[in-house]
């Protein structure tokens, strides 16, 4: 029997001394309850991804150093695994590697290098690391351990022909990897795959906690040599999961024999622990817009506070998009940290304030109304000369969105808040925002939230609420009314765009799915309305490489994910 902890933590990019803090302290929670082994996610001491950072010999240097110093803090302790950035054998400055360290007694008795590099979405680690050449298989209390990094396991190549040819009974796959929806059952089904080709239980550890565009979402866990799901960690949280496992002995013959056993702490394990087996507490897993609210909250609450802004500033204009995300904010840092400003114009609808002011209060959160018709009139007066001979367009729109933009900015310039923007994917998708206007910000909660997620998001919020005994946040006449900009008189979005429902599907075909306009007709759309959306994305590329960075959600966000030219003659539309 062999006691493993997974300890996924929250980890912050570049914070080496943070990180290293962190992870001594869990790591001593785990030696208290007598673990063997202590697992943290993969460069769980730089934070990932650390990017470029990776390009600085000093960071390489620090990184190092801030590894032997969780080597001294923890010497006395039990044996932890940790991933960091190591240099080649050779000296060679040049080469990087994306590495795991078993730390034990003071020193590093083991290393690996991740041998299966990603290059793909948001990954671009062949940009900065070289791939491991071994397996390294090691004992652990005697019993057979193989180690592995995150991409390692998508594939059944090595490290994992040498892990089950040698007859390894357990691989800890220790990770960095980004959620999206689904993307739970995916690595339940890679771990699955991978328990199956090696016949070993796999130990499974993963990141927790917001870094920039990405959410790590957690969800440690042990799968058994026949693919069961026996342990689950909590998901969106820090946590530490200690389980037992029946594993039998090394024998004297198997490759890590040459690496001194270790013989783990049970002599201070909780009693409790021992009786069960295990201290492994299973818990469910959210799924839909459980998981992605979730997510979001998640990622507003540590790009903000990882950051150190001290509060946020929200237009909340009455409609969906803004309550969501003055919601998101609320939760993620409470009512204090969250302000929102309604900014009515001659077009808004008595209505919308109305409603504005309704979400505030439910929310619990400082409301400011600030008229902007005085400052829109003024625009208009000065531009008339330039103006004059042309008809009125989208033009006065825009710069009804564009006065919106500079209030906010000039409240973030004065006390020092983050300015959330509050546009969705579809409006992004198909370039249905301004740019300077309702596009101003410094992080976009919601971009790659469709249109209609944000309703079922709202609705979930909602009925959440009402489970737990508390008042609803987000408005009825919010969710029922059809979504307008209001920037002209009677203004409803299906003036300008193709209803949502039938909107965000062809996005999704296009944009996460790659898919090409003649594939998306031959699914059964209307070929008229394929032709019309891929143009209005394809000519939207200028205006999304200027917008705020947003929490990536789906299988492929904008951004890092998808990288296409701004200038580009290219156009697949027959």
């Excluded at 240097?61 to 695994?81: C, H, V, W």
């Excluded at 994917?425 to 300077?436: D, I, M």
């Excluded at 299906?494 to 062809?506: H, K």
Aim: aromatic fraction near 8%; charged fraction near 25%.
């Amino acid at each position: 029997m062999v006691r493993v902890a997974l300890a996924q933590v929250n980890v912050t990019v570049g914070n080496l001394d943070g990180n290293v803090a962190k992870i001594a302290e869990m790591a001593s929670k785990a030696t208290t309850e007598g673990a063997d082994l202590v697992c943290f996610p993969e460069l769980a001491i730089t934070g990932y991804p650390p990017e470029d950072l990776v390009l600085r010999p000093e960071f390489i240097d620090d990184n190092l150093a801030a590894l032997d110093a969780l080597a001294f803090e923890t010497r006395y302790g039990s044996p932890i695994m940790v991933g960091f950035v190591d240099r080649d054998a050779s000296g060679d400055r040049g080469v990087r590697h994306n590495a795991a360290a078993v730390l034990h007694g003071g020193g590093a008795i083991k290393r690996y290098h991740k041998m299966q590099l990603p290059n793909y979405g948001v990954f671009d680690e062949r940009r900065t690391f070289t791939p491991g050449a071994h397996a390294r298989p090691m004992r652990v209390a005697g019993a057979p351990f193989g180690l592995s990094i995150c991409e390692d396991a998508w594939h059944d190549g090595e490290p994992f022909n040498t892990y089950a040819r040698v007859g390894t009974g357990v691989i800890v796959n220790i990770n960095a990897s980004p959620f999206h929806r689904g993307k739970a059952d995916e690595r339940i089904q890679i771990c699955q795959a991978r328990a199956a080709q090696t016949n070993s239980w796999i130990v499974y550890v993963n990141l927790v906690g917001g870094q920039d565009e990405l959410v790590f979402d957690g969800g440690s866990m042990v799968v058994a040599p026949d693919g069961e799901v026996a342990w689950r960690a909590a998901r969106f949280e820090e946590d530490l999961l200690i389980v037992d496992l029946d594993v039998p002995e090394a024998a004297p013959t198997f490759p890590g024999s040459g690496t001194p056993d270790m013989p783990g702490k049970r002599g201070i394990a909780d009693p409790a622990l021992d009786e069960e087996g295990s201290g492994a507490t299973n818990v469910s897993w959210e799924e839909g817009p459980a998981e992605v609210y979730r997510a979001l909250v998640l990622g507003v609450h540590d790009y903000v506070t990882k950051n150190a802004f001290a509060e946020v500033v929200v237009g909340l204009s009455g409609g969906i998009d803004s309550a969501l995300v003055a919601a998101l904010a609320r939760d993620a840092l409470g009512a204090p940290a969250v302000r929102v400003l309604a900014m009515p114009s001659r077009y808004s609808s008595p209505e919308s304030l109305e409603d504005a002011a309704e979400c505030a209060r439910r929310l619990g959160i400082q409301l400011d109304e600030v008229p902007i018709d005085p400052i829109f009139q003024s625009y208009l007066d000065t531009l008339e000369p330039l103006f004059a001979g042309a008809c009125a367009n989208v033009t006065e729109e825009n710069l009804q969105a564009r006065v919106r933009g500079n209030l906010l900015m000039a409240l973030s310039n004065k006390f020092g808040s983050l300015v959330l923007a509050t546009g969705n994917k579809s409006e992004y998708a198909v370039g249905y925002a301004t740019l300077y206007g309702d596009m101003a910000g410094g992080y976009a909660p919601i971009k790659d939230v469709p249109k209609t997620l944000v309703y079922e998001l709202c609705a979930w919020r909602n009925t959440d609420a009402i489970v737990r005994g508390e008042e609803p946040p987000i408005p009825d006449r919010i969710l029922t009314k059809p979504p307008s900009a209001e920037l002209r008189p009677d203004q409803k979005d299906t003036d300008s765009l193709p209803p949502y429902e039938e909107l965000d599907p062809v996005i999704e075909a296009y944009v996460e799915h790659d898919r090409s306009p003649d594939e998306i007709i031959l699914a059964g759309y209307d070929p008229a309305l394929v032709e019309r959306v891929v143009g209005m994305i394809d000519r939207a590329e200028y205006k999304r490489r200027q917008s705020a960075p947003g929490i990536k959600i789906t299988p492929k966000a904008f951004g890092r994910d998808r990288r296409l030219p701004i200038t580009n003659g290219y156009r697949d539309h027959s």
